[in-house]
Each structure stands twice: as C-alpha cells, then as structure tokens.
C-alpha cells in the first residue's frame, strides 16, 4: 500500500534554531499533503494544506511566517518550524489523501519536536 | 462546519469484553466517516470506514444518520486491541479529514 516516510522521526533543538520536517511519499504521487499538529493524548488538529505547485493553505490562527511549507514536488512535501520556542515543542504528523489504489489518509510516523 | 465528538477519553474493558466507542458527527450533508487506530508508537492506520461497511480484527461501525453517530463496537475485545482510537470525517472526495479527540482503549487481562 502507499507509504509516506516521515523524517526526523524526532528531533531536538535550542530556542531560535529552525527545524524542516520532510515528507515524502512512496511510490506514489501526493499533489496535496496535510500537517497536523498532535499534543499528548490530544486529537491531531490541521495546520495547513500543502499543494504542489502553489501556496499552502493554513489553518485559522496558524502562523504562516513561523510554519513555512513547501510542496517542492509530487513526492515531498516539508514543514519548516523557523525560530523555534519551547511552545512549539509537539508531534507533528502529516498525511496524503486518498489515491485510485489506496482510498484511506496516508500517515507519516510523525516527528517529535523538542524546543529546549 | 463539520465536528467529530468522542465523548470519551478513555475507556477500560476486560479481555472477552464487548467494547463500544462512541463517536458523533455534525454535518449537514453527507460525510465520510473512518475511524483509525493508531498503536503505541505506531503511526496511524486506517481501521475502517463506513463506506465498505467491512469488519476489520473483529471491530464493525455502522452509520446511524438519525442519530449522526458512529460507534466502533467489538464484542470480544482483546489485549492487542490497547490503542488509542480516532473518529474522523471527511465532507468532500480529497477533503480534509476533522478528528475526533479520540478514545484510549485499555483492554485488561
């Protein structure tokens, strides 16, 4: 079945730095990819939308200037946490739709972000 | 605007145990409703949908339009079954899905 590989499965790093996320999805094409953001034994709440080839689609009250994506092709997909603070420390996750041979969101393992 | 609601957030049952998790949808036309499980430290994975009204590990949903809900029921629940599970909807083809906070499920031996 369709795959997204999800890197770094976990990362930490100092207030300020900047962190990209990648996604990529195996053998098969992903136009449109969704970031979620997951807080312990909390429900994943959508970020943004990202489509390749045009500008992403945020979420109300998500920063677009502090979450930078970017659908560079039709099999990657990263986010970008620029100038990282402690409260942005959480799992993020993304997804590809459906496609013509898989019909369920395909996750990435997730990436837990540590801002220390 | 679509809302999935798990009224519980946790749920324990003992092995051979029925379990029923509780899901409630709001949409005015007509969603697509999943529920995923997602095991620890595991991504998650698509159990079922309404949609192909299959059983998956024993674990059946129907979609009850009258009462908008969506309950994931299993009559003999096992240990292995310990996850934590998500109710979500989804309002067009390649939509965005809306998840529900989702339900622990502690099976005991």
């Known amino acids: 079945g369709a795959v997204v590989s999800q890197h770094p499965s976990w990362v930490i790093c100092k207030s300020g730095t900047s962190v990209k996320i990648e996604c990529r999805s195996l053998?098969?094409?992903?136009?449109?990819m969704f970031w979620y953001r997951q807080f312990p034994k909390q429900s994943l709440m959508l970020m943004a939308t990202s489509n390749e080839g045009s500008k992403a689609t945020y979420e109300q009250g998500v920063e677009k200037d502090k979450f930078l994506i970017n659908h560079a092709s039709l099999t990657l997909s990263t986010l970008t946490v620029t100038s990282a603070h402690p409260e942005d420390s959480s799992f993020y996750i993304c997804?590809?739709?459906?496609?013509?041979?898989?019909?369920?969101?395909?996750f990435g393992s997730g990436t837990r972000l540590t801002v220390v | 605007a679509q809302r999935v609601t798990q009224p519980e957030k946790l749920l324990s049952v003992f092995k051979g145990a029925p379990v029923e998790l509780k899901c409630n949808y709001s949409?005015?036309?007509?969603?697509?409703l999943f529920w995923y499980v997602q095991y620890s430290r595991q991504r998650l994975q698509l159990l079922l949908r309404h949609i192909s009204r299959e059983s998956i590990k024993g674990f059946t949903a129907d979609l009850n339009k009258g009462e908008t809900s969506f309950h994931l029921k299993k009559p003999f629940a096992q240990e292995e079954d310990s996850a934590m599970y998500y109710c979500?909807?989804?309002?067009?083809?390649?939509?965005?899905?809306?998840f529900g906070r989702g339900t622990q499920l502690t099976v005991w031996p």
């Open positions: 949409y005015s036309g007509s969603p697509e």
């Open positions: 979500a909807s989804r309002g067009s083809t390649l939509g965005r899905l809306y």
């Open positions: 997804s590809a739709p459906p496609t013509a041979t898989n019909y369920g969101y395909t």
């Open positions: 053998d098969f094409q992903a136009t449109t």
